[in-house]
């Protein structure tokens, strides 16, 4: 029930009062002088100061506050800068190949080569590499000779490899992953961090080695740092009588940035950095001196990453250009000293607020590249060559399907003004769309894409029949990507039997309307032609697509939470739980000023009471029935209620705690 409008005049005759438990409070003089002004005050009351600790999460703007109380945890000042994201190793053309580790997988089903055309073409075309031996199982001799051969072409053993179904399935034996994070040079057990994971990461790609998974995404945790605490202190200096309050503001926490850094060109440096925290701001001090700001932090992603919030689809971020940066998360508000208080009704103020904490989430960041062309097309086509005949990139080539298991970038120069940067991507088998093979996983890389070129196997049985599933594929994965404009690149035209089927794959192609083009990657020919055209569809498309360009805003995560803080503090909701009798008043401001609010203060106490008041929340409780010994949680604040006896408000709480400790008085 939104209490928004509740009457502002409420009565004095009713009100919650606080009693510090000596577990939440760590100073016993406070502690006895909030005893005494309960007692001196109405009806005893019982208050549970409820903080959160450390690594607990934030909880959300409507759920209702935890009911477990909890010690209250101050977080220790030495701030650990996080680990900073390595820095790619090539700007413009790379093929990763994973670790030998990352391919001892366990296949969770298999896909016959024998059942696509073109992988089984390709080995009766070439004896040596049998792949049909790389999916039997148990001939080990076989095996070894494969891996000497796969060992001989790589220069690195990386042991079998088999082709296999990505499937969608928890896979929990994956402890690289989702168990154990190193974060800055300790380990850190997600699941226990803070339960976050639990059920989260349910969705992994089974079968896919890490290094594959980790290329394009990755899930990281980032928190702003928390602001400095005000404090309280009196100016006491030598001929300077009643010196007046001095306590100084704490500094504000650092800040979350994202940057674009073209160097990058892969998400696999957040495979060891999951943690980013920002440094918290400074305490405040006496004699007026404000705390620092805390150290901010720049998360370095590669050019085309989209961020979005973990378990959400809406993306926050996505960002292009390098040199971009995004301020992601404002780092919290430092927390007012007692001198930022003072005021002609009140020359003596002990209060001080504690920083605001900032904020904090899990994001998972995904690379789709931003190449102009990508070349598509099934397995051992011819891709690779292409891209290493037209551009100084050096994809690894061999006469086998999958040698290419990353993207590989390559920037093409006509000149020194018109340049395009070309991706070569694994090959599609049928099926890719629902995970066959590797192209699944790389497929959306092309829908950064403007033009397509597809390479066509022309040694293969039936040229038409590869392209159409390919196409196929295309399109049952996504028919945005599909209807991009592409070129035909029919390959292999050194070879007979390809030289053989041109023209009648030509003819049939233009049947459908479609001009087809031959080339030879091997012997540089028909290559220039080809990659001419893709230039003038690329041309094309980007003329068209220049009147929707318009100005990004990047700060726009960082104003929508600066929005929720700037929330009013009389907008809250009230709910009642009945079987145990407790009412939740649930609002972000509240819960902010709650947070922010120091219980070591004794005019605290009296200022969350005048809160309550003012804002409504006592009166609206009234309203809705709340009786004597009723619980309310306010924030992390867990109270019980009293109904007072005589006309006594919150605002009079201090009383008789001035007598018990004796303070200076100013003028
Ligand atoms: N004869 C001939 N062979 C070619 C030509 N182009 C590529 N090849 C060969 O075809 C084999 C596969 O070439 P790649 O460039 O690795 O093929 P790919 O499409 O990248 O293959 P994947 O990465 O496995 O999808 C290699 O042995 C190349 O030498 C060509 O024009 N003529
Ligand atoms: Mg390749």
Known sequence: ???????????????????????????PLLSQQMASISLSFVSPIQVVSRSRTRDEPKRAKNLPPRKHNSKLKFRGSSFK????????????????????????????????LSECDVAKLNIENDPEHEIENLLSEGEDEEEEEEEKQLENNFGISYGRFDIFEGTAQHDSDEEEYDSEYEDSGKMVNVDDEDG??????????????????????????????DGGNGVMAFRREKYVPLGGPSGGDGGRGGNVYVEVDDSMNSLLPFRNSVHFRAGRGSHGKGR?????????????????????????????????????????????????????????????????????????????????????????????????TLLSVISAAQPTIANYPFTTLLPNLGVVSFDYDSTMVVADLPGLLEGAHRGFGLGHEFLRHTERCSALVHVIDGSAEQPEFEFDAVRLELELFSPEIAGKPYVVAYNKMDLPEAYEKWS????????????PFCMSAVKREGTHEVICAAYELLRKSKQANKEFEGPVNLNHVADMVQKQRSAAINEFDISHDSSSNTWHVVGSG????????????????????????????????MKLGVKEGDTVIV????????????????????KGSEDSIRWPQWK
């Open 81 to 112: 800068a996080p680990p900073q994201p390595l820095a790619g190793c090539q700007a413009t053309t790379y093929t990763r190949l994973p670790p030998k580790d990352d391919f001892s997988l366990e296949i969770s089903e298999e896909i016959k």
């Open 288 to 384: 007026m001196q404000h705390g620092a700001k805390g150290q901010g932090v720049v998360i370095k992603v590669a050019p085309g990453t989209v961020i979005r919030e973990a378990g959400k689809s809406e993306v926050l971020l996505e960002l292009l250009q390098p040199g971009q940066k995004a301020l992601l998360l404002p780092g919290g508000r430092g927390g007012r000293g007692n001198a930022s208080f003072k005021s002609g009704m009140n020359k003596v103020p002990r209060i001080a607020e504690n920083g605001e904490e900032g904020p904090e989430m899990w994001l998972e960041l995904e690379l789709k590249l931003v190449a102009d062309v990508g070349i598509v097309g099934a397995p051992n086509a011819g891709k690779s």
């Open 635 to 654: 924030g992390e604040m867990e109270m019980v209620w009293h109904d007072s006896t005589e006309n006594s408000g919150p605002s009079k709480v201090k």
């Open 1 to 27: 029930m939104n209490l928004n409008q509740s009457n502002q005049t409420a009565t004095h005759c009713d009100h919650l009062n606080l009693i510090a438990l000596s577990n939440s409070f760590t100073l």
């Open 196 to 225: 976050y994971y639990e059920g989260e990461l349910d969705v992994k790609e089974k079968g896919v080695p890490a290094v594959m998974r980790c290329f394009d995404r990755a899930k990281i945790y980032v928190k702003a740092g």
């Open 590 to 621: 509240l819960q902010r000023f709650v947070q922010m609010t120091n219980w070591r203060y004794i005019d605290s106490e009296k200022r969350f009471q005048h809160v309550l008041e003012a804002c409504g929340v006592n009166k609206s409780l």
């Open 504 to 515: 009648s794959f030509r003819e049939r192609l233009q049947a459908r309307g479609i001009e």
